[in-house]
């Protein structure tokens, strides 16, 4: 087994940021059915209902376990991300990544190619993930945060494709052109795999580690103190919650439509 049970597919995300990542957080801007509107920190669920954690107001403690609400989930119409602020580069001496997430940096490589279409992508997605026994939405999430989808994505640090995968660890996993969408998927997944499979199965570290390499996770004995990744995590974790969310959404909607 190479996750937790919560990360299989056709669960909701709403369990997942509660015990995969509990030390980052990162905030979100929830529309309800009824027009309401406010942001929260992190998102728990309680039986049928959520508990949304809302962003303290200022001079609150951020750690204000008391300032919450709960709704049902169906009454959440929209979650979207609070836009994170400009990120530093990890200072040097820290520790190179691993691969490479970039995105603000990113070049296009001197080729060119038809761009994939959702379905090609989902397609190549579900195939890695059922391979590898990964949530095909997880998965989706850590290609929109390392290359918005840009197959021919190259950062500053040499990292390419959709998954930016460097070139040493694209050799060491058989990935014989990152610029080709499935071998990259495949690489990139593969790798997500054996990281998941030495964190034992902590999503967080793992995400930690596909960012700014394994040694770094190993010396800190956890998330390295690195903006850059700390906000990697997150956005991850806050991509794929989405995406979770907008599947109980559509599950709701065809329940209520018969």
Known sequence: M???????????????????????????????????????TRQEPVGNRVRLYLVPAAGLAATAEANYIEVSVDSVLRV??????PLPTAAAGAGAPHLDSEMWA????PTSAAPLTPAEMGQMLARAGALHNIDSDLLASVVQAESNGNALAVSRAGARGLMQLMPTTASDLGVRNSFAPEQNIGGGTAYLDQLLT?????????????NAGPAAVDRYHGIPPYAETRAYVARVIRAFNRRKLAAVANLSSMANAR
């Open 106 to 109: 990113q070049k296009t490589a």
């Open 80 to 85: 979207e991300i609070v836009p994170d602020p």
């Open 198 to 210: 030495r964190y034992r199965d902590n999503i967080a570290l793992a995400l930690a580690a596909y």
């Open 2 to 40: 190479k996750l937790c049970p919560l990360l299989r597919p056709g669960l909701t995300m709403l369990a997942v940021f509660a015990t995969a990542c509990p030390p980052v957080r990162a905030a979100e801007h929830i529309t309800l059915r009824n027009g309401s509107e406010f942001d929260c």
